[in-house]
């Protein structure tokens, strides 16, 4: 899959190490340029956080509830995000890669230039996200929820998608042909202009009614 169109992030070529305050995070909190590694970032509920130029490696996040956090040039690397509350976030030029997003709650968010590379999202809430230049190469996403997100130039490459919502996601220009599922949330009205694979055809047959006979 080609991921140049998806603008990466911005980082400096080195990063200082930095630490989260030990007190815990306020709402309206900004944290920029640094690494943030090897730790447990734990029961933390704050509004409008940000993070700006910071590597997340290896960091497990546990009982958080940020919503409209703001990630610019932001990476995670190797971190556990199940479960976080990241409702109606601004991310933009992010990566996260070889994360666990079990559960992770996206609802609302704004979400630019971002890739989900070799994750395990299986039950993500993407609800009425809305998607620009994004790309989930080799993520497993079972059951996860993309109703009526908006879905502009996202690409999926091998994902695992069974179970998955797309209920009033128009699927227009979206390649689901390298993916595995047997079963989709969708309707009809979303699906004309997805490109589907000669094999997933009697996936979607039954939306129609129809019966296949081999």
């Known amino acids: 899959m080609s991921t140049s169109k998806i603008e990466a992030p911005k ?35 704050a509004s409008k956080v940000a993070f700006d130029k910071i590597i997340f490696r290896n960091v497990t996040f546990t009982r958080i509830a940020m919503k409209d956090i703001e990630l610019t040039d932001v990476i995670f690397e190797k971190c556990d995000l199940s479960n976080v509350d ?12 070889n994360c ?10 704004t979400i630019r230039n971002v890739l989900f590379d070799s994750c395990l999202g299986d039950y993500a809430n993407f609800r009425m996200a809305n998607f620009r230049q994004v790309a989930f190469q080799e993520c497993s996403l079972l059951s996860a929820d993309f109703y009526e997100t908006t879905l502009q130039k ?18 227009a220009g979206i390649d ?9 949330g969708v309707g009809v009205e979303d699906l004309p202009g997805c490109i589907i694979s000669r094999g997933q055809a009697s996936v979607f047959a039954s939306l129609f009614g129809l019966i296949l006979k081999e």
Do not use: W
Not at 101 to 108: A, N
């Open 86 to 97: 990241f409702g109606q976030a601004t991310i933009h030029r992010t990566e996260f890669r």
């Open 100 to 109: 666990k997003i079990m559960g992770m709650d996206m609802t609302e968010a």
């Open 154 to 171: 996202v690409q999926y490459e091998a994902c695992k998608l069974d179970r998955a919502q797309f209920s009033g996601a128009k699927l």
């Open 176 to 184: 689901l042909s390298s993916c595995d599922f047997t079963s989709l």
């Open 11 to 45: 980082m400096p070529k080195e990063l200082p190490s930095i630490s989260l305050p030990e007190e815990g995070m306020d709402s309206e909190d900004s944290f920029h340029t640094g690494l943030i590694s090897d730790c447990t970032i734990d029961n933390q509920k």
